[in-house]
């Protein structure tokens, strides 16, 4: 689809991002719901013996909710001793929705 962006200019990226980092510090819905989302798949990884994981996500929007899952996994390679699966993280988004520049900050 090659709509016009609701997100226009890079001022509005800018803004979006600020209005999200705002809820985030305001509601601990947003961080209740990542930790969750992150706690079911490190819980997935340590029980089974998976070689790859493929994460299909169909609302990246900032793409936060990755930020701790990603560090654990590298947390969990740096302690040894546990093997991990292959990772890879399928985003699927449209440029209907987002601005380019949000895209690549994301």
């Known amino acids: ?3 016009v962006s609701s997100v226009t200019t890079p001022l509005d990226v800018a803004l979006k991002l600020a209005a ?3 809820f985030s510090d305001l509601s601990p819905v947003l ?3 990542n930790f969750t989302a992150t706690q079911a798949l ?3 990884i340590g029980g089974t ?3 790859c994981i493929h994460v299909i996500d169909f609302d990246l929007g900032v793409g936060g909710q990755w930020a701790s899952f990603l560090q654990e996994l590298a947390h969990r390679r740096a302690a040894g001793g546990v093997t991990l699966p292959l990772l890879k993280l399928t985003a699927f988004v449209s ?3 987002h601005h380019p ?3 690549h900050l994301t």
Do not use: P, V
């Open 42 to 44: 490190l819980d997935e």
């Open 1 to 3: 689809h090659h709509g």
């Open 101 to 103: 520049l949000e895209l």
């Open 49 to 51: 013996a998976t070689s």
């Open 31 to 33: 961080q209740f719901a």
């Open 20 to 22: 999200y980092k705002s």
């Open 95 to 97: 440029t209907a929705s």
